[in-house]
């Protein structure tokens, strides 16, 4: 019960809103800052550590699926482990505390390799 009080509580902390008007291309915890998320990874790291790879996944999954990927190619999410991409997630975190998260998914996700997708088949 602690441990999804917590998961419920960093959860609430970081997809907080900001109170600017500004249209926003992303959201939720790709628009935290690096220096929160650390400080929430210290507090309750299993937690922290699930939401950091679900948006990370879902952000560099849409990536892939983009219209300009399409011509240019995709990242291979799978040629890095998950405890791999969690650590070049952390570390860019770790070392870039005003940055936002979605800033440490895109250093992740170009360091991942390009891939063509194939021809389509007739």
């Known amino acids: 019960m602690k441990l999804i009080c917590s998961t419920a509580l960093a959860l609430a902390i970081l997809i907080q809103p900001t109170s600017s008007k500004a249209d926003y291309a992303y959201a ?16 309750n790291p299993t937690g922290i550590e ?29 040629a890095m482990t998950i405890e ?8 860019y975190c770790d070392e870039h505390p ?17 891939k063509n997708y194939p021809p389509p088949s007739r």
């Not at 939720?28 to 507090?43: D, H, L, N, S, V």
């Not at 791999?84 to 570390?91: F, I, K, P, V, W």
């Open 84 to 91: 791999a991409q969690t650590q070049s997630l952390r570390n």
């Open 50 to 78: 699930g939401l950091m790879m679900t948006w990370a996944q879902g952000f560099m999954s849409g990536e892939n699926l983009s219209i300009s990927a399409k011509s240019t190619g995709y990242r291979d999410l799978q």
């Open 98 to 114: 005003l940055a936002e998260f979605v800033d440490a998914v895109i250093d992740l996700y170009v360091k991942l390799p390009l």
């Open 28 to 43: 939720g915890m790709g628009a935290t800052a690096c220096g929160k998320i650390a400080q929430e990874y210290r507090q």
